[in-house]
C-alpha cells in the first residue's frame, strides 16, 4: 500500500537559519491520524509549514500518494490534497461564520459549497447556531472550529493542525479533541502538533516525538503516552 504521506530526510527552516528540521522521515497512511509532539522549540510547527510548503526545503522530499510536492508553492499543495491550519489568524473575523465556510470552498462549484457547508453545520451545530455572527465574536474554541470547517470546505486527503488547543481553556481543548476525532473517524487522515501532548496522543492513532529537529521516537501514540521514558524526557513528566 502506498503511504498517504511521505516525508523523506527533510532538512529545511528560515532564512539563515535553515536547518531547523535535521533530516525528518515520517510516513502516514491514508485515513491515519498522527500526533506531533515534543519540546519547545523542536520544530514540529515548521515541520508542518514544510509540508504545506511555507518553509522551503534544503534537503530532502515531500509526497502525497507518491507525487512529489516538494518545489510546489502552497496552492499547488493545497489542490493536491492538503490542507493547512494555522495557529493564528485562521479566520476572517469580520466575516461571518457562514460567510468563512464559503471562503473555504470559494474554488469550490457553487452548488457543492451551499452542500458542504450544510454537512458542517450538522457537524458542528455551533456553527450553524452562529451562522450570522462574525467570526470575532466567537470564542477561542469556537473559532477553532471554524478554522477547521474552513479547511475541510475542499474535502482534503490530509488535514494538518498547528497547535489547535493553544490558548484554550481545558474544557474548550476537550470539546475540540471530540471535534478533531470526529473528523478523523469520518476518514481524513491528520496530522496534529499539540503542547497538550498527552490529550493529542489520546486520540491519535500515531505518534511523532520531535527533538531539536529530529525524530526521537515514533509508534503507536498509546504506547508512547503510556511509556515513562518518553513522558519524562520529551513530554515533561
Ligand atoms: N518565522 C521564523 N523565522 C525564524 N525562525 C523561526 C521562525 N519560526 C520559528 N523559528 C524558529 O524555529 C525553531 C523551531 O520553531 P517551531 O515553532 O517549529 O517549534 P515548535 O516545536 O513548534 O515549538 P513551539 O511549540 O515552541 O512552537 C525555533 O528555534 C524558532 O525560534
Do not use: W
Request: charged share 20%; glycine share 12%; aromatic share 4%.
Amino acid at each position: 500500500m502506498t503511504a498517504l504521506l511521505e516525508a523523506e530526510g527533510v532538512v529545511g527552516g528560515y532564512g539563515a537559519a535553515d536547518e531547523i528540521l535535521k533530516g525528518i522521515t515520517v510516513t502516514l497512511a491514508a485515513h491515519r491520524m498522527a500526533a506531533i509532539v515534543g519540546p519547545n522549540g523542536a520544530g514540529k510547527s515548521t515541520f508542518l509549514k514544510a509540508i504545506a510548503g511555507l518553509v522551503k526545503l534544503k534537503a530532502g522530499q515531500v509526497r502525497l500518494a507518491g507525487e512529489v510536492l516538494t518545489g510546489l508553492p502552497p496552492r499547488g499543495i493545497a489542490a493536491r490534497g492538503i490542507a493547512f491550519v494555522p495557529q493564528e489568524s485562521n479566520v476572517f473575523g469580520s466575516l461571518s461564520v457562514r460567510e468563512n465556510l464559503e471562503m473555504g470552498g470559494y474554488l469550490e462549484p457553487r452548488a457543492t459549497v451551499a452542500r458542504r457547508v450544510e454537512g458542517l453545520f450538522t457537524r458542528f451545530p455551533i456553527l450553524a447556531e452562529k451562522r450570522r455572527r462574525a467570526a470575532r465574536t466567537l470564542s477561542g474554541g469556537q473559532r477553532q472550529i471554524l478554522a477547521m470547517g474552513m479547511a475541510l470546505m475542499v474535502e482534503p486527503k490530509l488535514l494538518l493542525l498547528d497547535e489547535p488547543s493553544a490558548g484554550l481553556s481545558p474544557k474548550a481543548a476537550e470539546s475540540l479533541f471530540d471535534g478533531i476525532a470526529a473528523i478523523h473517524q469520518e476518514g481524513t487522515a491528520i496530522l496534529m502538533v499539540e503542547q497538550n501532548a498527552l490529550e493529542a496522543l489520546a486520540i491519535a492513532e500515531e505518534g511523532i516525538v520531535l527533538v531539536d529537529g529530529r525524530v526521537a521516537r515514533t509508534g503507536e501514540a498509546a504506547a508512547l503516552a503510556a511509556d515513562p521514558e518518553v513522558r519524562r524526557l520529551f513530554l515533561g513528566g
